[in-house]
């Protein structure tokens, strides 16, 4: 998982568990995991997070939650391709 976030961008918190990515010094993609019951893998948190210049929550927004890892990184990564954060695989042809 540490490499798959690396190569899109974030970095990463605590191996497996957290990743981040700042959209903007205001906003930040945030990547979960957690171990659950009944799970073998980690579930997954995905949402994007805002924050006012004063440092206070302004707002957030979760995308996914407790997903694999295989839909957590294809949510991630379509998200990354619909805001222009990453180029789609097409371009680069």
Do not use: C, W
Not at 1 to 29: Q, R, W
């Amino acid at each position: 998982m540490d490499e798959h976030f690396l190569a899109l961008g974030f970095t990463v918190g605590k191996g497996s568990v957290v990743y981040v990515k700042e959209l903007s010094h205001l906003t930040m993609l945030v990547v979960e995991g957690e171990r659950k019951r009944g799970y073998a893998t980690y579930r997954y948190t995905f949402y994007k997070m805002s924050y006012l210049p004063n440092g206070d929550r302004k707002h957030e927004k979760v995308y996914l939650k407790d997903a694999s890892p295989k839909k957590v990184l294809q949510k991630v990564t379509s998200f990354l391709m619909y805001i222009n954060k990453i180029p789609d695989e097409t371009e680069s042809r």
